[in-house]
């Protein structure tokens, strides 16, 4: 049982270069969500999804994309990267509505925009 | 929007020491969580408190939810040096989607 990980752990990139950072888990949870982490201001929510084939913005989901083509794996889309991207980026699942059982992190991919 | 204000933002120790932190919010929650990240590594849970006025405890970790519902706050007793880390308080925004909203953080060190 690995848990959530994410792939890749690090990478660099140009401005307005393409990415997808990956996210998997196996521990069959309903809802998974891709924070960022910046220095000073904690985790801030991108964007989530409730189930298999649905998607929701969160706080600050202007250039990124998302998907959830299969219930284990939710992708982060960068399409034009920005040096304001440059970030830590966490995904995080949990089982379903509020069972107790919330939220379960990543180990994070470091994402630098040059 | 909501916000969480957590202090004090870091803290330098001696091993052995108690610490104390709190979070505030504009906004009352129903539900508040308590996570530590260590370096390099994604937060993970450590306490969750569901009624105004309730106190648990982790171990050395304790927390209690405000009568107010409008803050929290973590201790932790006879700190190691394991203890290091960032400390991030959450207040549970939606029930129906789990979401959550994260404090700015408390960078604990510990010095042996």
């Known amino acids: 049982n690995a848990g959530v990980t994410q792939t890749p752990k690090f990478r660099v990139l140009k401005t307005g270069q393409s990415m997808t950072l990956l996210c998997a888990q196996d521990m069959n949870h309903e809802y998974m969500y891709w924070y960022r982490q910046d220095p000073g201001m904690g985790l801030r929510l991108i964007h989530y999804s409730v189930g298999e084939g649905t998607t929701a913005k969160g706080e600050v989901p202007d250039g990124y994309n998302v998907s959830r083509l299969k219930k284990q794996n939710f992708l982060l889309g960068l399409e034009s990267a920005a040096p304001s991207q440059t970030s830590v980026y966490f995904c995080a699942s949990s089982f379903r509505s509020w069972t107790r059982e919330t939220q379960y992190f990543g180990p994070g991919t470091r994402l630098l925009v040059l | 929007g909501q916000q969480l204000n957590q202090s004090p933002q870091s803290m330098f120790i001696q091993e052995g020491e108690d610490v104390s932190m709190n979070c505030t919010s504009s906004?009352?929650?129903?539900?508040w969580l308590w996570y530590k990240q260590d370096p390099g590594e994604g937060p993970v849970l450590l306490i969750a408190?569901?009624?105004?006025?309730e106190l648990t405890s982790n171990g050395r970790l304790t927390a209690q939810f405000g009568i107010t519902r409008k803050d929290s706050f973590l201790n932790i007793s006879a700190s190691i040096p394991s203890d290091v880390g960032i400390y991030f308080c959450a207040g549970l925004v939606d029930h129906n989607t789990d979401k959550l909203i994260f404090g700015t953080g408390t960078r604990l060190q510990v010095f042996p």
């Open positions: 408190l569901y009624k105004a006025g």
């Open positions: 906004s009352i929650f129903n539900t």
